[in-house]
């Protein structure tokens, strides 16, 4: 089996190439990918700023239809509609075990190798192995993943908005659901409003916040967040001012979805004494954190993180899917710009330009 697929063979650019792909094994099935989101994890690897190997196929956030199952798939039959996880892991370790899969810690070794879970990739070109970004690689168009990656997904929803489903709307929406759990009422910051920014947003207009104040430097950016549910929206040298309207004292919860040190300093800066600062994006390999030790033990404030929306994606997915539906969650607004697979390269500029909705690679 063969399938076309963007590759990286050093940071900064995507060639389309023809790849092998291995034998299709027990409780693996192929997904003929229909759209991939271009998520800050990728964006990491793709400026050189953490160490991967390659040649890799990024991409990690995808949704697409069943084109082969390779038996022992559970309940997975061809022409089924999934949305992928890339944390189909163990089941076995402590992080497993306390439902965090995405923290797993053997995922986590798989994702530095630039592996699957079991050590391998099942790609390579012209003998030589291609690895998998976030122990996916789904910028392809046949992507082979174990069948606990391939999450079910009902039909009303469309493959291109479903993609979003897969990174964006279960970390954003889960940070502020499963990690910080606010009663109603509350007041928020969010720092950053890209793709998984606008799904804080929306997580927090779906808990219950009174206070939802947006910084993003990207005037369009801030106007979607605005749509989407966000009382207030300023650019980064206004948040004083912003902060000042809002609350001298600070929101109960800020969320840092750009993972920078210098956001997430700005988020446990506004987060009031006894409030919650929540760090949702990654930051660069080797980036690290001076704090002033009173904000904790003066100020009461908790610093805590969160990754995948801190639940297992395939409890939280069909919540997502219920809000959707509901009406409560918003997809199609904010599909951004698509490209197809031969012009990832475009979608990952584009993406890097700051275009606001999710940049989409149509394989
Ligand atoms: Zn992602
Ligand atoms: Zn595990």
Known sequence: MKTLAAVMHEPGRLVVEELDLDELQPGEVVVRMSAVGVCGTDLHSYKGEWNRPTPIVLGHEGAGVIEAVG??????????????????????????????????????????????????????????????????????????????????????????????????????????LNAARPEPGFSALVIGAGGVGQFVVQGARIAGATEILVVDPVEARRAQALGLGATRACAPDDLREAMEELDPEGVDYAFDAVGAPATSKLALRWTRGGGTAVV?????????????????????????????????????????????????????????????????DEAFQASLAGEPGRVLVTP
Not at 82 to 110: K, Y
Not at 324 to 340: C, Q, T, W
């Open 71 to 176: 038996g022992d798939a559970g309940a997975l039959r061809e022409g089924d509609r999934v949305v992928l996880s890339w944390a189909p892991a163990c089941g076995e370790c402590g992080a497993c075990r306390r439902s965090r899969p995405a923290a797993c810690g053997p995922l986590r070794s798989a994702i530095g190798k630039g592996t699957l879970l079991g050590g391998q990739t099942g790609l390579s070109l012209a003998g030589e192995t291609v690895y998998r970004g976030t122990a996916t690689g789904a910028l392809a168009e046949r992507v082979v993943v174990a069948a606990g990656a391939a999450m079910p997904l009902v039909d009303d929803v469309p493959l291109d908005q479903a993609a979003l489903l897969g990174c964006a709307a279960l970390t954003g929406v889960g940070a502020v």
């Open 280 to 344: 949702v994006g990654l930051p660069a390999a080797g980036a690290t954190l001076d704090l002033d030790p009173f904000e904790f033990s003066n100020r009461e404030k908790t610093l805590t993180g969160t990754i995948y929306g801190s639940e297992d994606p395939a409890v939280a997915l069909p919540k997502l899917i219920d809000l959707v539906r509901s009406g409560a969650l918003e997809l199609a607004s904010l599909v951004g710009p698509s490209f197809p697979l031969d012009r990832a």
